[in-house]
């Protein structure tokens, strides 16, 4: 049986306005970016929906965060919607366990295009194209903060549409991470005659099914270190075989943990070199990043009471750059020198320590050290004591001047 062509936009969790907690020590115009992202992200959405001539958006849950929703995210999202609609395009919009009955607390009043779905189980409606039923699309409000039940069953196909798309805000029942929302299991989903599941609730993008398809498109702009990497959205297209989609990202900051092995630096002006260039090859891949950087080097190379002055070396004028880099936070991970390998590796060294160590008195050494005036006025010390420490001491420091 033929099918016409369907084109849609999938996004989720937008959290418009969001609080990004323990972030205000930023530059004032760094933070200000952080803030503004969620916004800008969602404007990308709908720039990319109009651009790529969808027949419809949906958004799956936590368009808001309830305790930080603010006018400027309602009127932002309005707009948005609003520009949907002077381009022919339709929205289906559910709210979450973060928004729950956002409708009645905040009356919002958006344009006609747009489809709010109720909070009182499961509903559907029809898109229709060129007067024709193009496709069923079901889904559900949430009426409280959280609904422990499996909400599945309920979407059961009513019209004939040539597609149907379910639309639901929950959780695998398996996920042992994040908390457990409108549970479901896959076997769940199969059971449903349907031709494609958009999730919502959970951050992290995933397709979960292939038979039918379900995917988590994840949020639209990562909110703190463990939302890291690309951030967006996906479009979906059905054609009666196989369907096809791809990822887009919308973010306007990445967050990102960046590891780097730092090998063959002789001064600490020549690690920040090396930083600043590998800051550079950051600048490269994003517009703007938040980085969590891990360094790889050698336990003698670089001392912890450091850090922060490296850190605020590396960041230094960033709030001047357009597309900022900023290192939130540097974490030392220090290899062990393994002295057995440093040793064996240099015969020099190696006849050195032999020496050291087979070296019974040490009084010719220190002749020159126990007649010197100031020493034998201030110092009573019995350095016969002393050989076996004074070995060690030299032993040590022969070593570390290797390592450098």
Same mark, same amino acid.
């Given at each position: 049986m033929f099918k016409p062509n369907l084109r849609f936009l999938h996004s989720a969790d937008l959290h418009l306005d969001s609080p990004f907690k323990g972030l205000s020590h930023l530059p004032e115009p760094i933070y200000k970016d952080v803030l503004n992202?969620?916004?800008? =992200?969602?404007?990308?959405?709908? /720039? +990319?929906?109009?651009? @790529?001539?969808?027949?419809?958006? %949906?958004?799956?849950?936590?368009?808001?965060?309830?305790?930080?929703?603010?006018?400027?995210?309602?009127?932002?999202?309005?707009?948005?919607?609003?520009?949907?609609?002077?381009?022919?395009?339709?929205?289906?919009?559910?709210?979450?366990?973060?928004?729950?009955?956002?409708?009645?607390?905040?009356?919002?009043?958006f344009p006609q295009n747009t489809y709010i779905f109720p909070s009182d189980g499961v509903n559907s409606t029809t898109y229709h194209k060129h007067g024709q039923p193009l496709a069923e699309i079901s889904g559900f409000s949430y009426r409280k903060q959280a609904i422990k039940e499996n909400m599945v069953a309920s979407y059961q196909r009513v019209t004939d549409a040539s597609y149907h798309i379910a639309t639901l805000h929950g959780s695998l029942k398996t996920d042992q991470?994040?908390?457990?929302? =409108?549970?479901?299991?896959?076997? /769940? +989903?199969?059971?449903? @005659?349907?031709?494609?599941?958009? %999730?919502?609730?959970?951050?992290?993008?995933?397709?979960?099914s292939h038979e039918p398809l379900a995917i988590y498109p994840g949020n639209i702009q990562g909110r703190h270190?463990?939302?890291?990497?690309?951030?967006?959205?996906?479009?979906?297209?059905?054609?009666?075989?196989?369907?096809?989609?791809?990822?887009?990202?919308?973010?306007?900051?990445?967050?990102?943990e960046e590891e780097v092995a730092v090998e063959d630096i002789q001064k600490p002006s020549e690690l920040v070199e090396f930083l600043l260039k590998f800051k550079d090859s950051l600048r490269k891949r994003h517009s703007?990043?938040?980085?969590?950087?891990?360094?790889?080097?050698?336990?003698?190379?670089?001392?912890?009471?450091?850090?922060?002055?490296?850190?605020?070396?590396?960041?230094?004028?960033?709030?001047?750059e357009e597309n900022w880099i900023w290192f939130s936070e540097l974490k030392l991970r220090q290899e062990q020198i393994s002295w057995d390998e440093i040793i064996e590796s240099n015969p020099f060294i190696?006849?050195?320590?032999?020496?050291?160590?087979?070296?019974?008195?040490?009084?010719?050494?220190?002749?020159?050290?126990?007649?010197?005036?100031?020493?034998?006025?201030?110092?009573?010390?019995?350095?016969?004591?002393l050989q076996s420490e004074i070995k060690t001491e030299a032993e040590k420091l022969?070593?570390?001047k290797i390592n450098k």
């Open positions: 992202s969620t916004i800008v =992200a969602f404007k990308r959405l709908i /720039d +990319l929906a109009i651009k @790529e001539n969808v027949d419809f958006v %949906l958004i799956v849950g936590d368009l808001f965060d309830q305790e930080s929703s603010s006018i400027k995210s309602s009127l932002e999202l309005k707009k948005g919607l609003e520009k949907l609609n002077s381009n022919g395009i339709n929205a289906y919009i559910s709210y979450g366990n973060h928004d729950y009955m956002m409708q009645e607390k905040a009356k919002l009043i991470i994040h908390d457990h929302y =409108a549970p479901f299991l896959i076997e /769940d +989903l199969k059971k449903i @005659e349907t031709d494609y599941w958009a %999730l919502g609730h959970i951050h992290q993008r995933e397709i979960i270190m463990k939302e890291r990497g690309e951030k967006g959205c996906y479009i979906v297209e059905l054609n009666g075989s196989k369907p096809t989609y791809q990822f887009y990202p919308l973010q306007n900051i990445v967050f990102s703007k990043m938040m980085v969590r950087l891990i360094l790889n080097i050698r336990e003698n190379d670089f001392s912890e009471d450091r850090v922060e002055d490296l850190l605020d070396t590396l960041n230094e004028s960033e709030e001047d190696k006849e050195v320590l032999k020496t050291i160590e087979e070296t019974d008195d040490l009084s010719s050494f220190l002749l020159d050290l126990k007649r010197h005036p100031l020493y034998r006025k201030n110092v009573d010390l019995n350095l016969d004591e022969i070593l570390s």
